[in-house]
């Protein structure tokens, strides 16, 4: 079983950065690829950026050059680098993650979310 546990949203004024932390905790064998999905009011959750165990990232078309992804295998973290924000981003966050069991299963797990808010 695999734990997130998600840390870094808040209150940010238009132009204004945040980084958002997720770091995997429980039993497992291995994390592989990890990501950020969003949820706003009203809308459905959409993918934000993801990131696999060898580093190669991608990005949604809203958040290219202003978004950075990147992790720690060590650790089994991943992060989210948010520069630029507009009111647009605002939303709860949620991390997510590809992780086999000790079994070898594949299985997918996501955070509690965390809430992002961009004021313009």
């Known amino acids: 079983q695999v734990q997130l546990v998600e840390s870094g949203g808040g209150l940010v004024q238009a132009g204004g950065s945040l980084r958002l932390s997720c770091a995997a905790s429980?039993?497992?064998?291995?994390?592989?690829?990890m990501g950020w999905y969003r949820q706003a009011p009203g809308k459905q959750r959409e993918l934000v950026a993801v990131?696999?165990?060898?580093?190669?990232?991608m990005y949604a078309d809203s958040v290219k050059g202003r978004f950075t992804i990147s992790r720690d295998n060590a650790k089994n973290a991943v992060y989210l680098e948010m520069d630029s924000l507009v009111p647009d981003d605002t939303a709860v966050y949620y991390c997510?993650?590809?992780?086999?069991?000790?079994?070898?299963?594949?299985?997918?797990?996501w955070g509690q979310g965390t809430q992002v808010t961009v004021s313009s």
């Open positions: 429980g039993s497992f064998f291995r994390v592989d690829t």
């Open positions: 990131i696999g165990s060898g580093g190669s990232a």
């Open positions: 997510n993650a590809d992780a086999y069991s000790m079994s070898l299963i594949r299985d997918e797990y």
